[in-house]
């Protein structure tokens, strides 16, 4: 009888805690966290020499606020990019911090984002320490589990901004919680 007892406090407590916070939602209004891993995708337009261009793997953590169909996100991001020439190779990551603003649809637990993005640059490991902030268009899906708000979000930043002839682009993975 007393594990009875203690399996139903257990169910009552896990489903409380998801509960609770659906309970004092606003319509219309969510506010969540997300975090993942995302490629960056670097592209030149000039001559490398017969050098190589790629993107790394880098981490992505942040919050976001979704009022209507409108949601404003800000992330820590980390761009990866490596040069590789006569059997040398070069690497830099750069920390951002991504804002990125969506106009998002969807029916069910299926929703489409797309907008733009605004990239501060706050540091790097080449100690350059210098970069003019990136802009672009995003798109994203995103998949949310009705009642709980857990979501898997996939996101394309396409970037606009030339910079010594290239662009950064990224794709991303999130996992999140919203909270309202």
Do not use: C, H, W
């Amino acid at each position: 009888m007393f594990q009875i007892k203690k399996s139903l406090f257990a169910f009552v407590a896990v489903a409380a805690a998801f509960s609770v916070p659906q309970a004092f939602a606003m319509p219309g209004v969510d506010l969540g966290i997300m975090g993942g891993a995302g490629m960056t995708m670097p592209s030149f337009s000039g001559d490398l020499g017969g050098a190589t261009l790629s993107g790394g793997i880098g981490i992505s953590a942040g919050a976001s606020l979704g009022v209507g169909p409108l949601e404003v996100s800000a992330l820590y991001s980390q761009y990866s990019i490596k040069l590789e020439a006569g059997g040398e190779s070069l690497s830099s990551t750069a920390n951002y911090l991504d804002i990125p603003v969506l106009f998002r649809m969807g029916a069910g637990p299926i929703s489409f984002g797309v907008g733009g993005f605004y990239s501060l640059f706050l540091s790097d490991d080449s100690g350059t320490g210098d970069s003019d902030p990136n802009y672009g268009a995003t798109a994203s899906v995103r998949f949310t589990l009705p009642v709980i708000g857990f979501f898997v979000d996939g996101r394309y930043n396409l970037g606009l901004k030339e910079e010594e002839q290239s662009k950064i682009s990224s794709a991303a993975v999130y996992l999140g919680f919203n909270f309202l």
